[in-house]
């Protein structure tokens, strides 16, 4: 998959995630308080002493705080991000202070339905408070205070993490001053809540799924989960990229006879290995509440329904890019989104990027993604 | 910088909005933001050209006029510049539309197909004109539209635009008197300041 991209370019090395642990109740947008919970992250570069080098990483459905560099000498693959974060890469680590970690409700370290409920003493589990993006938004408030950073040089994201960054620009204008959002849309439509709706239905509908109390249960909802991901799979590559990729080729048998396998065509085996992948190192509740986070984002419910007035509020510059392929969050989304900065007035830059990909585009070495970005980035630097 | 966007920088008042249409690396508009503090934005469609004037420091939108330019507010920016991309777009007229909707002024720039070296190769030749100005062959140029001086006026005229201002580039630097007098026969590049 590399393209010789990151050739010049480097690694941040190897890192080591860090806790925040926060005792003060948050308030979430579903009326119930959490505390404490705690918070992992890591961060690539140094802060400046005017600490206006920093930058937040917002992740995506089923992203995590390690975006970039290894965790130690014999790790396979590096962080989600790395393509894009590094020195000398467009997020690079020699000018900024980059800040990633892994939301609330996750499954890689903060806290979320695999943490122990307090009250209880047994997993969260289904009883996990359903969270929007706005509770993200916030607990990274105050990660961003307790890591002495007043005001982000960017808030950068990609598909659910560009919703996140869009909420950043409203929720703390005066935090925010330059805001990315790649791949990413307002507000999500039918087709794709539907297709979230098969994924929970997938975990719902396991066995051991148990009401999603398989932890207590000693189980997980493998299957259910899998499925989910191979049916996610499928919205983030594009027709031509699956084409590309595996065409009609088979694993075994024939094409005039068919095969004994349960296994017969390439594609088959891809989305059973994603699946079983992803059901090893997922949690099917953090799943749920990712997805329901993804349906319930508008970003201009409260202002009237009117994504203008809504912008009116930021303070921020815009960066937003879309792939020509994309059609979970296609550039038609994306267009509204430069639409309604435009009419709102607030500086925007805008690109659509000829990309095979699909939505996963967001995260390959792409040449003209990679030095657009590079050059939005240096703009935020020089900041 | 080319002669025409040095002929159009008096026109535009410092600390004013500026929307550039077909801004290309951003050169020009680079220019108003450093020595007019415009607040500036820019179309682009090529690839190369939209990254260069991001590198720039400039806002740039990838936006295909062709498809319109309804996304952009009535009178939302004070001059609308389009500079040499009038005989390159599908319907010159309903851009000019468009530049006085977002626009309070319309500043156009266009190589005059008017001008006496075209007519000269035309009329001894009989072939279409290329030169080192308009460089392309008529099968494949992303020039669709040219006009001469006089066409374009009429069209303003059909259409009730003003012409405020108007600057005609010759073939040398020095003053052009004959590009002045004669404009439809000696102009190179014709520059206009345009109002409802």
């Known amino acids: 998959m590399r393209h010789g991209a990151t050739d010049t370019a480097g690694s941040v090395g190897i890192v080591t995630p860090q806790t925040a642990r926060f005792d003060e109740p948050l308030m979430l947008a579903c009326g119930r308080a959490l505390a404490p919970y705690e918070l992992v992250y890591e961060t690539y570069g140094t802060l400046n002493a005017t600490r206006s080098n920093a930058v937040l990483i917002c992740h995506a459905l089923s992203g995590h705080h390690h975006a970039a560099g290894y965790h130690s000498e014999t790790d396979r693959k590096p962080g989600w991000w790395d393509e894009y974060i590094g020195p000398g890469k467009p997020i690079d680590s020699n000018r900024f202070f980059i800040v990633s970690l892994n939301n609330l409700g996750g499954c890689h370290g903060s806290t979320g339905p695999t943490a122990i409920n307090p009250d209880t003493g047994k997993p969260w589990g289904p009883d996990f408070p359903p969270l929007r993006a706005r509770d993200w938004v916030h607990s990274q408030a105050r990660l961003a205070d307790r890591l002495g950073i007043s005001s982000w040089a960017a808030v950068i994201g990609g598909s659910l993490g560009g919703m996140q960054a869009m909420r950043w620009a409203l929720e703390y204008p005066e935090r925010v001053k330059h805001c990315v959002v790649i791949a990413s849309a307002m507000k999500l439509s039918a087709q794709n809540i539907a297709f979230n709706e098969i994924a929970r239905h997938a975990i719902q509908s396991d066995p051991d799924f148990a009401e999603g109390r398989y932890l207590e249960q000693g189980n997980l909802p493998a299957k259910g989960l899998g499925l989910a991901r191979m049916v996610g799979h499928i919205t983030y590559l594009s027709d031509d990229a699956m084409a590309a990729k595996f065409g009609r080729d088979l694993r075994s048998g024939t094409l005039e006879r068919g095969g004994e396998d349960d296994v017969e065509f390439q594609v088959q085996s891809y989305l059973r290995y994603q699946g079983s992948q992803f059901s090893g190192s997922f949690d099917a509740n953090t799943y749920i509440l990712m997805t329901r986070a993804l349906d319930y984002f508008d970003l201009a419910r409260e202002y009237g329904d009117d994504p203008v007035a809504a912008f009116r509020h930021a303070r921020c510059s815009f960066l937003v890019i879309s792939f020509s392929t994309d059609w979970r969050f296609s550039p038609a989304r994306s267009r509204e989104i430069v639409d309604a900065l435009i009419a709102a007035d607030r500086p925007v830059t805008y690109a659509e990027i000829e990309a095979n990909e699909g939505h996963d585009a967001f995260l390959m070495p792409i040449p003209r993604y990679r030095e657009l970005f590079a050059a939005y980035m240096q703009r935020v630097g020089d900041a | ?196």
């Open chain 2, 1 to 196: 910088m080319r002669l025409d966007l040095t002929r159009i920088q008096p026109w535009i008042a410092p600390g004013s909005r500026v929307l550039d249409l077909g801004c290309g690396d951003g050169e020009f508009l680079h220019r108003l933001q450093a020595e007019c503090q415009v607040r500036g934005m820019g179309l682009e469609i090529d690839p190369g050209q939209l990254t260069a004037a991001v590198s720039r420091g400039l806002n740039v939108v990838e936006q295909n006029m062709d498809e319109g330019l309804g996304n952009f507010p009535d009178q939302s920016f004070d001059t609308v510049v389009m500079a040499h991309a009038l005989q390159a777009v599908h319907y010159p007229d309903r851009v000019l539309d468009e530049m006085l909707r977002i626009g309070r002024e319309g500043i156009v720039t266009f190589p005059n197909f008017g001008h006496w070296r075209c007519r000269l190769y035309l009329g001894t030749r009989g072939r279409m004109p290329v030169s080192k100005f308009m460089p392309y062959s008529w099968y494949d140029t992303p020039n669709i539209h040219f006009c001469t001086v006089d066409d374009f006026e009429a069209l303003c005229r059909s259409k009730g635009i003003r012409i405020l201002d108007r600057e005609m580039v010759g073939n040398t630097e020095r003053r052009p008197l004959l590009a002045g007098a004669w404009p439809n026969l000696f102009a190179v590049t014709a520059i206009y300041r345009l109002s409802r």
